[in-house]
């Protein structure tokens, strides 16, 4: 069995996978929270038996938090605990980005769609809003936008008048009080924003593309985008299982 994790800005995910590419298990922690108390915690909900894991690959945009976690399951399993930059990724995907800048868990995304015939745009509403671009076999790079929750926090914090407030979809534009004005504001404005940033990408490489959205908020836009959209939850950890696949 693997363990194969997401370690994001926000939220870390930690999936139990078995050699036929099942997804058994599952569990979240908060990133900034992460200790080995927690871990104990978690696994134990994860897998009985620590010692029957044979691969670990994490993806990780926070190098402290994945740190401590490569050395809490090296010490519990003594086998390497892998980020997906430590291993060549030139046979699963052309990476047409500086290497180095690169988000793990977005280079993750782009191996989890490619397949040689088709391109790719992928949506990830997380703790930014990020558009990678596929074509092919390569990553071309992307767009990352504010994230909505962060931006929405953030006016709230700084505007005394605007409480917090919990998005969700809506029909009219114009909103008759506070709270349905940024609503609006936030819903539209964002709508806007993919659409025109779509279509954008679509005009300078001159090619059709599959829309494929991912993270927190695509259960509140995937009805209203202009495009067909694909739904997908788990697309990192698909990725990463793909890319397990190449550790000895």
Request: charged share 25%; with cysteine.
């Amino acid at each position: 069995m693997y363990i194969l994790g997401d370690i994001g800005n926000s939220d870390t995910k930690i999936f139990l996978v078995n050699e036929k590419n099942r997804i058994l298990k599952r569990i979240n922690l908060i990133t900034k929270n992460i200790n080995n108390q927690d871990l104990d915690r978690k696994i134990k909900f994860l897998i009985k038996d620590i010692k029957k894991i044979k691969k670990i690959l994490f993806c990780s945009v926070v190098p402290k938090s994945f740190n401590l976690v490569k050395a809490y399951f090296t010490k519990k399993t003594k086998i390497k605990c892998y980020e997906i930059k430590d291993l060549d990724l030139k046979s699963l995907i052309n990476i047409r980005v500086n290497y180095k800048q690169a988000g793990s868990d977005r280079l993750a995304n782009a191996i989890s769609v490619q397949n040689n015939k088709d391109n790719f745009i992928i949506l990830d509403f997380g703790t930014a809003t990020t558009f990678d671009v596929v074509v092919k076999k390569d990553y071309k790079g992307g767009i990352i936008a504010p994230g909505v929750k962060i931006s929405l926090d953030s006016l709230s914090d700084k505007a005394f008048l605007i409480p917090q407030i919990h998005l969700k979809k809506m029909s009219n534009i114009v909103g008759n009080n506070t709270t349905s004005a940024v609503r609006s504001g936030f819903f539209w404005g964002y709508i806007g924003l993919i659409d025109n940033i779509i279509n954008l990408i679509k005009k300078e490489n001159r090619k059709s593309f599959k829309l494929v959205i991912t993270g927190g908020f695509s259960n509140l836009f995937k009805k209203s985008l202009k495009m067909k959209v694909i739904q997908d939850k788990d697309i990192t950890v698909k990725g990463l299982i793909k890319i397990a696949k190449f550790i000895k």
